[in-house]
C-alpha cells in the first residue's frame, strides 16, 4: 500500500498529460473524463460486493485491498483533469476557492486510499466529481451557457448519483440502509455550497475561457483575419504582467483592449468588456463604459474581438471580461500614466 498508492497518482496524473486536450470540448478529453467516472461507479459497487461477501472467492478477496487503489487513480485523475481545465478559466481574483478546492482533493487523493472503502465517503465524493464534471459537459452538448444550464447540470448530477444508490440498495441493502441519512445530508451540503459558488462567481464559467487579452495602443483587424495589435513592449517577465501593465498616454489619448474567449464548437455567446475605473474617493470601482459583443466558438485561440475607451483619464484601470449573466472569465488591469513623449512601441498579428 506504501507503494502502490502513490503510483495510483502518479498513473492518473501521466494518463492525464497523454490523454487529456487543452480543449473540453474534444471528444478525447470527455472520454478520459468519463471513463474515470465509469471506472470509479463501478469501483465503488465492487468494494461494497467484497465488503458485504456477496463476492467471495479467493480472487475477489486477494483484490479487495487493490480496489480502493483503483478508485484512487480514477479520482486521481478527476482531480487532476478538473485542476487542469477549471485553472485555465478561472480568474484568480474571484474563483481561487473553487480552484484551490480542487487541487486540495488532488494533493489529498493519496491519502484517501483508506477511505475508499467506506459508503458515507465514496457517495458524497461521487456526487462532487459527477457535479463538477455535468456542468461543463451538459453545455459541451447543448451548446448553451448560464445559470439554467447550471440548474440542470445539478438535476442530472444528483438523478445519476441516485441511480447508482438504487443500484447499491439492491446490491448491498444493509450498507445503504445504515448509510442513507449520512449520505443524504452530505449531497445535501454539497449541492447547496456549489449553488452558492456559482451564483456567487466563484466557479470559472467553463467551458469558456481566456486565451490572450491586453491593452493597446491601437488595433486594426487587416484584411487576412488577423489583428495588428500595437502596445507598449513588456519586459521578459511578461507571463506575470500580461494582465496588470502600465498604459502610457499623451493627453486626450484612446485605449484599446483586446481579448480572445475560447468557446466550444457550436456555442454562440454574448461577452462583455466592462471598463472600470478605481476611485479613490469611494475606494470603490466604478464602471465607466460596458460593450457588448458575439463570439462564435470552435476556435483554437478563441474568439478575438475588442473594445475602445476614448480620452482615457490617468488613474488604476480594470477591464473585465465578463459573460451575459455576469460570470467574471478574466481582467486586465493596467495603470494610466500621462507621458509628455509618445512611448515606445511594438505590433503583433494575432
Known amino acids: 500500500m506504501r507503494y502502490v498508492s502513490p503510483l495510483a497518482l502518479i498513473a492518473g496524473f501521466i494518463s492525464d498529460n497523454l490523454f487529456l486536450t487543452r480543449r473540453v470540448d474534444l471528444l478525447r478529453t470527455n472520454a478520459l473524463l468519463f ?12 468494494i461494497n460486493l467484497i465488503q458485504t461477501g456477496r463476492l467471495r472467492s479467493p480472487f475477489y478477496l486477494k483484490a479487495l485491498p487493490l480496489v480502493p487503489l483503483v478508485a484512487q487513480f480514477a479520482f486521481g485523475g478527476l482531480f487532476s483533469g478538473y485542476l487542469s481545465l477549471y485553472s485555465r478559466s478561472a ?3 474571484v474563483s481561487w476557492i473553487f480552484v484551490i478546492g ?3 482533493l488532488l494533493l489529498g487523493n493519496e491519502r484517501f486510499a483508506h477511505f475508499y472503502g467506506r459508503f458515507a465517503f465514496q457517495i458524497p465524493l461521487y456526487f462532487t466529481v459527477l457535479f463538477s464534471f455535468f456542468i461543463f459537459f451538459l453545455p459541451v452538448v447543448f451548446h448553451k451557457i448560464g445559470p439554467g444550464m447550471f440548474l440542470i447540470s445539478g438535476v442530472v ?3 445519476t448519483v441516485a441511480l447508482l444508490l438504487f443500484i447499491l440498495e439492491r446490491l448491498v441493502p444493509e450498507v445503504e440502509a445504515a448509510n442513507r441519512t449520512k449520505v443524504a445530508r452530505a449531497i ?3 449541492y447547496i455550497l ?6 456567487t462567481g466563484a466557479i470559472p464559467p467553463l ?5 490572450d487579452a491586453g491593452v493597446y495602443h491601437q488595433i486594426v483587424h487587416q484584411s487576412d483575419g488577423t489583428y495588428a495589435l500595437t502596445c507598449e513592449p513588456l519586459p521578459w517577465y511578461d507571463i506575470f504582467v500580461r494582465y496588470n501593465g502600465t498604459y502610457h498616454i499623451q493627453s486626450g489619448g484612446n485605449a484599446y483592449v483586446y481579448s480572445a474567449v475560447f468557446a466550444p464548437s457550436g456555442l454562440s455567446v454574448v461577452i462583455l468588456h466592462e471598463w472600470q475605473r478605481y476611485d479613490t474617493a469611494s475606494k470603490r470601482w466604478v464602471t465607466t463604459d460596458t460593450v457588448a459583443f458575439p463570439i462564435q466558438g470552435g476556435r483554437d485561440g478563441g474568439y478575438r474581438g475588442y473594445s475602445e475607451k476614448t480620452s482615457i483619464t490617468p488613474g488604476d484601470w480594470r477591464v ?17 500614466i500621462t507621458s509628455t513623449t509618445t512611448p515606445a512601441l511594438e505590433t503583433t498579428s494575432n
Open 188 to 190: 445535501a451540503v454539497i
Open 91 to 93: 480568474s484568480i481574483s
Open 157 to 159: 448530477s444528483l438523478a
Open 194 to 199: 456549489f449553488n452558492i459558488l456559482y451564483f
Open 102 to 104: 480542487i487541487a486540495a
Open 320 to 336: 473585465n471580461v465578463v459573460t451575459q449573466y455576469g460570470q467574471l472569465i478574466g481582467r486586465i488591469s493596467f495603470s494610466v
Open 35 to 46: 471513463s474515470y467516472l465509469i471506472i470509479g461507479a463501478g469501483s465503488i459497487i465492487l
Open 207 to 211: 467551458p469558456l475561457a481566456l486565451k
